[in-house]
């Protein structure tokens, strides 16, 4: 017997970690896993044969989150998740939440601008051409705004789990991928700004990222709350699982709860340390800034600021 239209078998077997972890692909995110990664090593060696440096760290933070995407969407988890409202619930955190951070500490972007060749002559555009372009126009400040990216990421629970369209993505392969890519470009663009590894049209200081981190939080801990808190199931599409899961539909809700509410908290605390080493590292590179200016001037401004307390003095006396 088919589910949803997926043309998936309903007779899984109880899930299991082991289980959930065998490898079963969907040929979309395996695909774009594989040109990710290409694409992000062909950038690494292009840098390099021309003599250029590029952070290791950066290439494994790259990699890590393509992996993690490839971990919900290329293993038999994808399968569960269709039959399992708490496994489908751990896709879509890792997707939405864990993944995006990752990806954007592996700097694509920076890294894109630096590998892609420039024009061949001046007055024409090339692939660095069309990319600063893109990143300058004014679609990109409309949706890395926080005006528009934190509505777009509290919707994103409750717009789309809260009202029919859930179902209705769920009753196809098309509308379940179109469902996770969404999932994915919804965290990146929710991040982008926030993480501010890569360059981008909306660069709040170190304060205001911490402020719209902690704007959209909570919602994902209020929707994991109203999950565990609810007497019957709220997904129709979930509202039935398969006889040979061996599970309840209202226990597998709450565990859906769960998992929403604790990924609330794991995001925070990833990006919060991350910041917290940006701005570490930034104020680290202004002191050098400004010993250099020091040295060269051989401290211009405190010398006169000594002065001026000298002159204080003097009319004191």
Same mark, same amino acid.
């Given at each position: 017997? *088919? ?12 899930? =299991? ?8 692909? *969907? ?18 060696? $292009?840098? #390099? $044969? ?8 950066? =290439? +494994? ?13 290329? =293993? ?7 039959? !399992? ?21 592996? &700097? ?11 024009? @061949?002559? $001046?007055?024409?555009?090339? /692939? ?5 372009? %893109?990143?300058?126009? #004014?679609?990109? #400040?409309?949706?890395?705004?926080? +005006? ?8 994103? %629970?409750?717009? %789309? ?12 392969? =098309?509308?379940? +991928? &179109? !469902?996770?890519?969404h999932f994915l470009a919804v965290g990146l663009v929710f991040f982008w700004p926030i993480m501010g590894v890569d360059p981008g049209p909306h660069r709040p200081g170190y304060v205001m990222r911490m402020l719209e981190l902690f704007a959209g939080m909570p919602f994902h801990a209020f929707f994991g709350i ?6 019957? /199931?709220?997904?129709? @599409? ?10 309840? @539909? ?5 565990a859906a709860g769960g998992i929403a509410w604790a990924f609330s908290e794991i995001p925070s605390v990833l990006v919060l340390v991350a910041l917290v080493f940006q701005w570490y590292r930034s104020e680290q590179r202004e002191a050098r800034r400004i010993d250099r200016a020091a040295d060269r001037d051989g ?10 307390? @000298? ?7």
């Amino acid at each position: 017997m *088919d589910h949803s239209g997926h043309g998936m078998t309903m007779d899984l077997p109880p899930f =299991t970690l082991g289980r959930g972890l065998e490898l079963s692909p *969907d040929p979309f995110f395996l695909i774009g896993c594989l040109l990710g990664l290409g694409l992000y090593g062909w950038g690494v060696l $292009r840098l #390099r $044969r021309r003599g250029d440096s590029w952070p290791v760290s950066r =290439t +494994v933070l790259f990699t890590v989150g393509v992996l993690s995407v490839a971990l919900v969407m290329c =293993t038999k988890l994808n399968d569960y998740g269709m039959v !399992m409202f708490s496994v489908h619930m751990v896709q879509h955190m890792v997707i939405s939440m864990l993944s995006p951070i990752v990806l954007l500490l592996g &700097a694509p972007v920076t890294l894109a601008l630096r590998a892609l060749p420039v024009a @061949a002559r $001046r007055g024409s555009k090339g /692939p660095r051409e069309l990319l600063l372009a %893109l990143l300058h126009s #004014r679609y990109m #400040r409309i949706v890395t705004h926080p +005006v528009f990216t934190i509505p777009l990421f509290i919707a994103s %629970l409750y717009a %789309l789990y809260f009202t029919p369209l859930f179902d209705f993505l769920m009753g196809s392969k =098309t509308g379940h +991928v &179109a !469902m996770m890519v969404h999932f994915l470009a919804v965290g990146l663009v929710f991040f982008w700004p926030i993480m501010g590894v890569d360059p981008g049209p909306h660069r709040p200081g170190y304060v205001m990222r911490m402020l719209e981190l902690f704007a959209g939080m909570p919602f994902h801990a209020f929707f994991g709350i109203a999950l565990m808190m609810a007497t019957e /199931p709220m997904i129709k @599409a979930y509202e039935n699982p398969p006889a040979s899961l061996g599970i309840d @539909a209202l226990a597998d809700q709450n565990a859906a709860g769960g998992i929403a509410w604790a990924f609330s908290e794991i995001p925070s605390v990833l990006v919060l340390v991350a910041l917290v080493f940006q701005w570490y590292r930034s104020e680290q590179r202004e002191a050098r800034r400004i010993d250099r200016a020091a040295d060269r001037d051989g401290d211009k401004d405190l010398a006169a600021y000594n002065a001026y307390l @000298a002159s204080l003095q003097a009319r004191g006396q």
